[in-house]
Structure formats: C-alpha cells, structure tokens
C-alpha cells in the first residue's frame, strides 16, 4: 500500500506546533523545559506513541520516544534541544514568544535555534507513526526522537544527562542533529551545508599577578598592564592554520565551482603558507571571511577581564576570560602549546572547561543518502561538508559511539541566513522553509531507516 503526506496540511500542521513551542517561554536559565517536554508527550500520545519525560531536576525536562522498526538495522536518532536563549522584547518588531507570523514568517525566540526543528521532528515522528498505521512499510531501524533541556548552557542537565543514566533510550549508530543543512550561494551555485565536524571548547581565564601599590608611583610588573598585553597578543595573533578532512573537503568542492581566477584562489587557501594572502584576493562578505578564519585554525577570544578595586590602587591580580575553540584532532596540551608563546611574564593561563572536538567520516551511508535526497529537491545545489565553530548536543551523544551529522535543510532566502538570525533580535523562519525542511528530511529517514 502506498502512503503519502498530504503536504498542504502537513505545512499547517508543523506551522502550529512550531507556533505553540514558540509560546512556551523556556528561556536558559532557567529553562523550564518540562511545559515544552509535556507539550511534545501530548501530542505524540495522541498519535499512539508513548513518549516519556525525564526530568534532570525540576523543571528540566528532556523528551524520548522511539517508533519500533524491524530492528535489522540499528537505530537512527533524531537530535533537537528545547531550551532558548534570552531575548530583550524591546529590540523585537514582534513579541519573542508570540509565536506570530508575519509576511510569511514565525517569529519568536527558538524559531531558528532550534523549535523549529524540534517542530520538524516532531512532525516526522508522527507522519511514521501515520504511515504505519495506514498498513505502510515500518522503518528497518528504530526512529527516536529526543527533544533535550540546556543544550544552550552545555547540556549537563539535558543530553549529557540522559547519555550518563540513560544511554539505552537514546543509543544510536547515526543521528541527525543541527548545524547544518543551510543554504548559501556562491557566485551562481547554490550549496546545501551538512555539518559533519564540530569545535571543541576550551575556555580559559588568565591571572597576572604584580606587586601592588599606589598609582602615583609605576611600576614595572602592574598586574594590569601585564594582563592587557597578554590579551592583545591572544586577541590580534591568529593562530597557525590547520586542516581538517570536513574543511578540505568544503573548500576544495565548493572551488570546483568557480570560475577562475576564483578557483584558483580558493585552492590556495589549502596552503598554510599562502592563507592569509588568498584570503585577502577573494570576493567575500566579511561574515564568511570570518567563518573561512574560524574553521582553519583554533581561536581564543577574550570576552570578560577582572581587575582592580580603587582607582589609585596598582592591584596585585588582574583577571581575564577567554573562551577558547578547538579543532578536531586537537587535546588541551596541544592548544596551550599554541598560546604559551603568547603569554607575557607574570601571566598564568588556567583552563576552566573542555568540551571534546568532533568529526563524523565525511564518507557515509547516511551522508550519501542526503546527497541524493538533496539532488532530487534541489537539483541545481551541491551537498558539501561542513564544520560549526560553536559546540552542540553532539559532543555529549558521540560518546554512544554515534556518529553525527548536522542537517535541518533549509532554502538560501537572501543575505540574512538562519545562521545570522540565530540568537539575534527578529528570529524568524518562513513557512515555506518550515516544510521544505518535513519533506526533505522525510525522504532522507525513509531511504536511509527504511532501506
């Protein structure tokens, strides 16, 4: 028997959910993604499927439910985090969480990052569970879904905390996750991003220390000024250039495309010693040269410095936070091996937190299964690899041994991507977009889980 989605309803359906999501306020801290948790078990229980809620501590509630398949094949889980980041309603043209569409658009906080996959998912689950019940094929793997607490302050108590006391409900041999599958273009071709490697963290404080005394008389160690050069040289100096297979691979596919002396240019860029250089030749917007920077090198950026009670004081300690990211391929002595240099006499550099580096093989069932689906949606685009600079869900799950890739498909719309409106003022996606994202995503589950 053959079953197909009715679209049109489809569209308004994960329109609605996305709207509702939108309107209960899980803003981290403090989160309270229980209300969003029950809000996902309603519906899926409504569908005959039997979510449950775990909460991590009160109020912190992470969702799960699985669709059983044949079980020839391992599972495939489905990634998304319910909490949100702050918004400031004043800088908003409409309510943050009002979940209102305009022109076309939802927007609220989390329609980007990342309720409207949360809604995507949801709708997938339950299109399955639909399918299944209208006498269609199951799935030869299991379909888990799992919307997490925190992912917006590390995921401790959301996606870490279910790996730690409850891997079993969500172990996986592929997932897939945010972070990619955003549209961009570059001269006359189109490109479709899978993030298949992501950053790690490695944040890090500096204290210098000098000896104190009054202000009207200088000195040569003030812890202050010993700080302020160590962060000058840590902000200015860019690290050395590294590459990894996901970055190769991104900038030599999407050079393939271009016509000289662009290509040749971009070739160059995979050559340490002419980086900088190629760089500066390339036609870019500030914003991608920026990502081309960040992906080819570890960074550390100063964010907070401490220091100092009374103006006329020369204070013995001054303190400075630096939030560090690394490659894959990298550990913390390999990073610090690359500041150390950078560290001025009287300066101590403390690591504070380190969350993992990621790469998923670039070459993969599931990969190649998203390359096909995209060439039938999207016939004129180029699936390429990607990598994020900020940290996800993933760096907590990949230690099931799942391997992880990043795509919620999304149609390039203009110059104002997702990526810039995630965390920003105005957060909006189209209702197109909304269902393009079901339906791509509903042919990658059903060849991939149902092969």
């Known amino acids: 028997m053959t079953w197909t989605p009715k679209w049109e309803a489809v569209r308004d359906e994960v329109v609605r959910y996305l709207q509702d999501l939108?309107?209960?306020?899980?803003?981290?801290?403090?989160?309270?993604?229980?209300?969003?948790a029950e809000y996902l078990?309603?519906?899926?229980?409504?569908?005959?499927?039997?979510?449950?809620?775990?909460?991590?501590?009160?109020?912190?509630?992470?969702?799960?439910?699985?669709?059983?398949?044949?079980g020839e094949r391992p599972p495939l889980l489905l990634m998304s985090h319910t909490d949100v980041v702050p918004a400031e309603p004043e800088h908003w043209t409409h309510p943050p969480f009002g979940g209102e569409i305009h022109d076309g658009f939802v927007w609220g906080r989390g329609a980007v990052d990342m309720k409207d996959t949360v809604a995507v998912e949801l709708m997938?689950?339950?299109?399955?569970?639909?399918?299944?019940?209208?006498?269609?094929?199951?799935?030869?793997?299991?379909?888990?879904?799992?919307?997490a607490a925190d992912e917006e302050q590390g995921g401790e108590m959301g996606a870490g905390w279910l790996v730690r006391n409850h891997p079993d409900l969500i172990r996986a041999e592929y997932a897939i996750n945010e972070g990619g599958g955003y549209g961009?273009?570059?001269?006359?071709?189109?490109?479709?991003?899978?993030?298949?490697?992501?950053?790690?963290?490695?944040?890090?404080?500096?204290?210098?220390?000098?000896?104190?005394g009054h202000a009207s008389v200088p000195r040569e160690d003030n812890a202050v000024v010993r700080l302020a050069e160590t962060v000058a040289h840590i902000g200015c100096t860019p690290l050395p250039t590294h590459f990894t297979e996901t970055v190769r691979q991104y900038i030599t596919l999407i050079a393939e495309d271009q016509e000289e002396p662009v290509r040749l240019t971009l070739l160059r860029l995979l050559h340490p010693e002419h980086f900088m250089a190629a760089l500066e030749q390339l036609p870019l917007s500030p914003v991608w040269r920026r990502q081309l920077l960040a992906i080819t090198r570890n960074t550390a950026t100063p964010t907070m410095l401490q220091a100092g009670s009374k103006v006329n004081v020369i204070p013995s300690t001054?303190?400075?936070?630096?939030?560090?990211?690394?490659?894959?391929?990298?550990?913390?002595?390999?990073?610090?091996?690359?500041?150390?240099?950078?560290?001025?006499?009287?300066?101590?550099?403390?690591?504070?937190?380190?969350?993992?580096?990621?790469?998923?093989p670039v070459e993969s069932p599931l990969f190649d299964v998203i390359k096909e689906v995209m060439a039938e949606h999207e016939p004129e685009a180029k699936v390429i690899p990607s990598m994020l600079t900020g940290a996800t869900d993933a760096k907590h799950i990949v230690k099931l041994g799942t391997k992880v890739y990043g795509f919620t498909p999304f149609k390039w719309e203009g110059d104002e991507t997702l990526l810039t409106l995630a965390h920003a003022h105005d957060e909006r996606i189209s209702v197109e977009n909304l269902l393009f994202s079901v339906r791509v995503l509903y042919d990658v589950v059903d060849r991939f889980a149902g092969r």
């Open 41 to 70: 078990a309603r519906v899926l229980r409504d569908e005959g499927l039997e979510p449950v809620v775990l909460e991590s501590a009160p109020g912190r509630g992470n969702l799960v439910v699985r669709l059983k398949g044949t």
């Open 124 to 147: 997938l689950m339950l299109l399955f569970k639909r399918r299944l019940d209208a006498g269609g094929p199951p799935l030869k793997r299991d379909l888990i879904f799992m919307a």
């Open 318 to 360: 001054a303190v400075a936070y630096v939030d560090g990211r690394v490659l894959p391929g990298f550990d913390r002595e390999m990073f610090y091996a690359e500041l150390e240099c950078l560290l001025c006499e009287g300066v101590e550099l403390e690591f504070l937190d380190w969350g993992p580096p990621l790469e998923s």
């Open 184 to 212: 961009f273009q570059i001269g006359q071709k189109l490109y479709y991003t899978c993030q298949t490697a992501e950053k790690g963290y490695a944040r890090f404080r500096l204290v210098a220390r000098g000896a104190p």
């Open 22 to 36: 939108i309107r209960i306020d899980t803003t981290n801290p403090p989160g309270n993604e229980t209300a969003a």
